[in-house]
């Protein structure tokens, strides 16, 4: 009985790792490709970030939605993106890729909301939110990466 349930347990963990494989594939199929490398992509996630924290402090709801629409549209790099971590740390960032990437589209759109309120004290607040997961993923990847893309 014991084994059986093991057995189910790791058939799921299995599949589920399987969906999120093609997820981050699929993710990363359904972006305009830029011939960029994924450094160049995040300096551009900086700059994205720089607009709405810039366009909440001065109030300014045209640079608030340009950072937006970057971080809504922005392009997949030139490689895959997990080419750039080691082999053992791929499918942790892949996941971190499929979460991250509608956890950001949700934060975005809290400022959205927020902003269209004009209630910048609230898109403050949904800009710290959005800091949240630039960190998050920072902290467990941004120092194992071993690649750069050529
Ligand atoms: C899914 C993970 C992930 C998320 C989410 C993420 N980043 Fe990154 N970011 C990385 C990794 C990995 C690097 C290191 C890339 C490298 O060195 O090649 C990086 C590097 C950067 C850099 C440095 C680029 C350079 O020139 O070296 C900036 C700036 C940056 N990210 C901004 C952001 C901002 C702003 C957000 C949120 C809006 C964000 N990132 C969200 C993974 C992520």
């Not at 059986?4 to 490709?33: H, P, W, Y």
């Not at 450094?39 to 709405?52: S, V």
């Not at 990437?101 to 910048?120: L, R």
């Amino acid at each position: 009985m014991k084994n059986l349930a093991l057995l189910t347990l790791g058939t799921l963990l299995t599949i589920s790792l399987f969906a999120q494989e093609k997820t981050a594939d699929d993710l990363v199929k359904s972006m305009k490709k830029e011939d960029i490398t994924y450094a160049q992509l995040m300096q551009g996630m900086g700059m994205a970030k720089n607009n709405i924290d810039m366009g909440i402090i001065s109030m300014n709801k045209f640079l608030v939605d340009r950072g937006i629409d970057l971080i809504r549209t922005h392009p997949a790099p030139k490689a895959k993106p997990w080419f750039i971590m080691a082999e053992e740390d791929r499918e942790g960032f892949k996941s971190m890729l499929v979460y991250y990437d509608k956890k950001m589209d949700e934060d975005v759109e809290a400022i959205e909301k927020a902003v269209n309120q004009k209630d910048w004290m609230k898109a403050l607040e949904a800009s710290q939110e959005l800091s949240n997961s630039c960190i998050s993923c920072h902290i467990s990847y941004k120092d194992k990466v071993k690649y750069i893309m050529e």
